[in-house]
Each structure stands twice: as C-alpha cells, then as structure tokens.
C-alpha cells in the first residue's frame, strides 16, 4: 500500500495497521469542506506567486469535477486512499497531473482536518438551530391551542399545584430557548479558521489568513498555530449542547410517556407515532418516545468520551484527535433524527382534557388555603399549619376540602370565613399566579407572545 510520505518511510505499510489509520470511511462526510477549504488555499497561493494563474485554474477546475463525481455518487475511491485529504489529492493527481503536487504548499492535513470539521460543523449547527425552533414552535402552537386547560402540576411524580397545561408545555419551550441559545454561543467559537497554521509552527508562505477566513466564510483566522491545530474545544462544546439538549428531549419524552399511559390517560400519541407488539394484541407502544429518551444515554457517552479522548494530549496534534469526528457525526445525526419526528408526535397528540381536569384534587389547593389566611394577616407558618390541620380533617371525614363546612373550618381556625368558598377553587388558584412567570392565563399570554416573538426573530 503506497502512502503520501513516501521518502522517509520505506515498503508497504501492514494491512491491518492501515485499515486501523484510516479515516475515510466517516472522513468523507467533509469531502465538500474539503473541497472548498482547498479550493481557497490555491487561491490564496496563487495570489502570493507560489501558483502561477494557470495552475491555480487548472486545480479549481480538478476540484470542481471531483466535487461532481461525489455528488453524482460516481467517484470512485482507491485501495490506497488514508482519509478524505489523501484521497482528494490523489484524484486531482489523476486528473490534472503534476500542478496536483502544489496544492498542499504551506499546508498541513493537521490544519486541513480542523478546518474542513469546523466548516462541517458551523453547516450542522445551523441545520440543528432550525430543527430546535420548530420543535419550539409546536410547544408553542400546543400552549395555544390547549389554553385553559387546567392541569395536575407534580413536584416528585406527586401532584403539586394546579397549573395551565400551556404553563406547562412552555416550561419545555424555554429550556429549548436555552439550547438554541447555547448553540449560536458555540457557533461563534467555532467559525474560527485554523488554515494557515501547517502542521504546528505556522505556514511559511506570506498568505493572507484574514482573507482565506473570510472567502471560508469564517469570522477571522486563528491566533496561535499549536492551539489550532490542537483544538477540539468546539467539537466537545458542541457535544455538551447536544447532551443536555438530549437531556431536555429525555425529560419531555418521559413525561409524555407517563402521561400516555392508562393510569393517567392525559395524553394519546397517534397512531402514527406509535408501535404495537409483536404479541400483545391491545398494546400502543410509545417506542418513538422511549428512543428519545433511551438516545440521551448515548448523547451523554459521546461527550464524556471526546473529553477521555482530549485529556491526556499534549499541545499540537496527535492521531489521537481523528477520533474526534465519530462522536460528532453521531451525535448530530441522532438529534437531526428526533428533532423533527418530535415536533410532529407533539403537533399530533390527542389532549383528554375531561381526564386531565379530574385528576386535579382538592389536595392540591391546600397551599391556597394557607395563602387564604396570609391574606387575613395571619402569619405563613401559622396558615401552614392550619391548612395542614383542615387536610387531615378533611381525611378524617372523608369529604374533600371544598366540600368541608365552614364550622370544622372555624374551629381550626377562625380566620376561616364565609368568603372561603369563591377563593378557593382551581380557577381562582390559577388566576392568581400573575406574577410574572406564573401560571395564570395572564401571565402565560405574556409567555406566549415573547416566545412567539423569538420563533419570529429566528
Ligand atoms: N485523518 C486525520 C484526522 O482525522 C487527518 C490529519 C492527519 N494528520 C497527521 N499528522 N497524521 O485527524
């Protein structure tokens, strides 16, 4: 097998031992990047004199067709091809001839690599950014269309507050919001441009970094040559965002998934959207939902493994690094995957609203209760209490809150009065969460409009 780096290295390398270096198999996914990265550099040569306009012609031209050859699905690769670098090289060799053995002037596959990944990745990030707004987008649709629905709200899986069902399908929203936020913070780290930094030292032709940036469509060139072609600080910042956006996708799927089932029957997915068994005549599996949740796990893997990978390296690029993509491609396929199957499970499910109502106890109004008598000055801890004291009461009995008379109330406490009654309801409970960021009607109108307002921006 005949390599580049024939000179110092003599005879065949090991089967084994090559098929273990290479790198095309996933390498050839930034074949384009590849492409356009090299097709900037004989520009950039050419403009300092080390390609004279007819050579730099003839390599974009080379270029161009290899770029047609992959994207006909007609180009064909070679036993001997390392990785995507190597194997771009060898077809312009075979097309243009001898000005081929130019293009990697001043250039190293160690500042080559960094750039065509960055590039990729700046491409999937933008992908990944819409595929977060529209999932933003059906939380916010469903907040809309679902208005009014007042819902059980669970502190530790048991039932809470009420709260507005909207209140509850923006809380997902947000953490989306932040996602996508942390994503154009990353995005801008990334659009970096290492090229022009060889292989650690620097280049040692006069090219214009700031120029081959900018025709990249990079904000600006890199500013030390050992940390750029070491850096991988994007690739692990981008597996962190898609861990916790994993994480926030897991959290959402699994309360669906609880809402989803015969005991709550708040929620039904459509058929579309659900799986039988193989045995289980009646079964509707949430398969779709379970993978959601299941894929974070591996989300999570993938970052922790890039930084075991990174730790133990010295300044400067080591092979070590090639494994850097892997985890990245995966990752991004796996939310490129659920993002958008996710947005329409959502924009599909059936809400039972009668159900989701009845499982609002009165229980659940016993901190208004409290509230009932801060309002009539009495103390919070003391209301606390007293409200905990006409729970128990009202177990004793075995009649609900709103249905105790107003003597058992008064002779727990007789700040207990006859207004009780019109206060102490699930509407008025809501209602009076104004503040902003709570759960009334209001304040959720107000949510609505200033999500709706970040989907317009974007
Ligand atoms: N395939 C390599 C990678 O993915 C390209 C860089 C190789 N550089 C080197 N000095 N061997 O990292």
């Known amino acids: 097998m005949k390599q580049l780096w024939t000179g110092r290295i003599e005879g065949a390398m090991d089967e084994g031992a090559a098929a273990l ?19 900037v550099w004989a520009h950039a040569l050419a403009k300092i004199g080390i390609l004279t306009t007819d050579e730099a012609n003839q390599i974009g031209r080379g270029l161009d067709k290899i770029g047609k050859e992959i994207a006909g699905g007609i180009f064909a690769l070679a036993a001997t091809d390392e990785d995507i670098h190597t194997t771009v090289e060898r077809r312009l060799g075979e097309l243009i001839g001898e000005a081929a053995g130019k293009l990697h002037t001043g250039r ?21 950014h819409h595929a977060i707004r529209r999932l933003q ?20 899986t048991q039932r809470a507050q009420p709260v507005l069902l909207s209140h509850w399908w923006l809380s997902h929203f947000w953490a989306l919001d932040r996602d996508a936020g942390r994503l154009s913070q990353l995005r801008a780290r990334t659009a970096v441009c290492p090229l022009g930094s060889g292989a650690l030292a620097g280049t040692a032709f006069p090219v214009d970094r700031e ?12 500013d030390n040559s050992i940390d750029a072609v070491s850096d991988r600080d994007f690739a692990a910042e981008f597996l962190f965002f898609t861990a916790l956006l994993g994480v926030h996708l897991s959290r959402l799927a699994d309360a669906l998934i609880l809402f989803s089932t015969s005991e709550f029957g708040f929620v039904e997915m459509d058929d579309a959207f659900s799986t039988g068994s193989s045995l289980m005549p009646q079964k ?6 379970e993978l959601v949740r299941g894929k974070s796990g591996k989300l999570i893997g993938l970052l922790t493994g890039l930084l ?5 390296l010295p300044s400067a690029y080591d092979k070590d690094l090639q494994e850097d993509k892997q985890p ?61 004291r006409a729970v128990r009461r009202s177990i004793e009995l075995g009649i609900p809150l709103t249905r105790m008379k ?27 969460r104004g503040a902003t960021g709570g759960t009334a009607p209001e304040s959720v109108k107000k949510q609505i409009q200033k999500a709706r307002a970040i989907l317009a921006e974007n």
Do not use: C
């Not at 679902?146 to 709200?153: H, K, Q």
């Open 21 to 39: 270096n290479a790198s095309l198999a996933f390498d050839m996914r930034l074949a384009l990047q590849d492409l356009r990265g090299s097709i």
């Open 211 to 222: 120029a081959i940036a900018r025709e990249l469509g990079f904000a600006r060139p890199s």
């Open 108 to 128: 190293s596959r160690n500042d080559q690599v960094t750039t065509d990944f960055r590039l990729w990745l700046m491409e999937a990030d933008d992908r990944l």
């Open 308 to 312: 075991s990978t990174l730790k133990g």
């Open 137 to 156: 987008e059906s939380l916010v649709n469903r907040s809309e269309q679902d208005f009014g629905i007042a819902m059980p709200g669970y502190t530790h």
């Open 284 to 289: 509707k599996n949430p398969d779709v939902l």
């Open 328 to 388: 990245v491609f995966e990752a991004a396929d796996t939310l490129e995957s659920i993002l958008p199957v996710l947005a329409r499970l959502i924009g599909s499910l059936s809400i039972h609203k009668e159900k989701i109502t009845a499982a609002i106890d009165d229980g659940m109004l016993a901190t208004d209760l409290a509230d009932y008598l801060v309002r009539k000055g009495i103390p919070f801890r003391a209301a606390h209490t007293a409200a905990g």
């Open 406 to 432: 107003p003597e058992e109330y008064r002779k727990i406490d007789p700040g207990f009065g006859a207004d009780l009654a019109e206060v102490f309801n699930v509407e008025t409970s809501i209602a009076r």
